[in-house]
C-alpha cells in the first residue's frame, strides 16, 4: 500500500471566523491560541507553506490579564532608526493606551517572520472594548 502526503492548495482552503472574548485571560495563553487559529494549525488540512488558517476576532482586549510582576517588568523596545532613538514601554502603559497593540505583538511574535507570517497577521482583528464591526461574518464563539 503506497501512501501520498496531500499538501493543500489554496483553492482547498475554506476560511471561517471566530470570536474570542480576552476578558480575565491570561496574555500569553490566548496569544497561542489565536496563533494556531490563524495559523491553520488545529485543521487536518494543515501545510506550513500555505495559509489554511481562519479570521480572529479578539473583544476586550482591555481587560486582558497579565501573570506576575509583568505589568510592571515586561517593556517593550521600538527603534526610529535615528541615532539614539531607541523607544521603551512598559506593558502597563502600552496596556492603558493601546490595549489591543499588546495583544497584537504576542500574537505577532508567535507567526512566521516571512511574508506567509504578515498575510496571516491581517486576519487577526483586535478590539479594546466589547463591540465589534464583523457581525455579518457570523463569527463563532470560542472559549479559551
Same mark, same amino acid.
Given at each position: 500500500?503506497?501512501?501520498?502526503?496531500?499538501?493543500?492548495?489554496?483553492?482547498?482552503?475554506?476560511?471561517?471566523?471566530?470570536?474570542?472574548?480576552?476578558?480575565?485571560?491570561?496574555?500569553?495563553?490566548?496569544?497561542?491560541?489565536?496563533?494556531?487559529?490563524?495559523?491553520?494549525?488545529?485543521?487536518?488540512?494543515?501545510?506550513?507553506?500555505?495559509?489554511?488558517?481562519?479570521?480572529?476576532?479578539?473583544?476586550? $482586549?482591555?481587560?486582558?490579564? +497579565?501573570?506576575? %510582576? *509583568? =505589568?510592571?517588568? #515586561?517593556?517593550?523596545?521600538?527603534?526610529?532608526? !535615528?541615532? /539614539?532613538?531607541?523607544?521603551?514601554?512598559?506593558?502597563?502603559?502600552?496596556?492603558?493606551?493601546?490595549?489591543?497593540?499588546?495583544?497584537?505583538? $504576542?500574537?505577532?511574535?508567535? +507567526?512566521?517572520? %516571512? *511574508? =506567509?507570517?504578515? #498575510?496571516?497577521?491581517?486576519?487577526?482583528?483586535? !478590539?479594546? /472594548?466589547?463591540?465589534?464591526?464583523?457581525?455579518?461574518?457570523?463569527?463563532?464563539?470560542?472559549?479559551?
Amino acid at each position: 500500500m503506497e501512501m501520498k502526503t496531500v499538501h493543500a492548495r489554496k483553492e482547498d482552503v475554506t476560511k471561517g471566523w471566530y470570536l474570542i472574548d480576552a476578558q480575565d485571560r491570561v496574555l500569553g495563553r490566548v496569544a497561542v491560541k489565536i496563533a494556531n487559529i490563524l495559523r491553520g494549525k488545529e485543521k487536518a488540512i494543515f501545510s506550513p507553506h500555505v495559509d489554511t488558517g481562519d479570521f480572529v476576532i479578539v473583544v476586550n $482586549a482591555e481587560k486582558i490579564r +497579565l501573570t506576575g %510582576n *509583568k =505589568l510592571a517588568g #515586561k517593556v517593550y523596545y521600538h527603534h526610529s532608526g !535615528y541615532p /539614539g532613538g531607541l523607544k521603551a514601554v512598559t506593558a502597563e502603559k502600552l496596556l492603558a493606551k493601546r490595549p489591543e497593540e499588546l495583544l497584537r505583538r $504576542a500574537v505577532r511574535g508567535m +507567526l512566521p517572520k %516571512n *511574508k =506567509l507570517g504578515s #498575510k496571516i497577521f491581517k486576519k487577526l482583528k483586535v !478590539y479594546a /472594548g466589547p463591540a465589534h464591526e464583523h457581525e455579518a461574518q457570523q463569527p463563532k464563539q470560542i472559549s479559551v
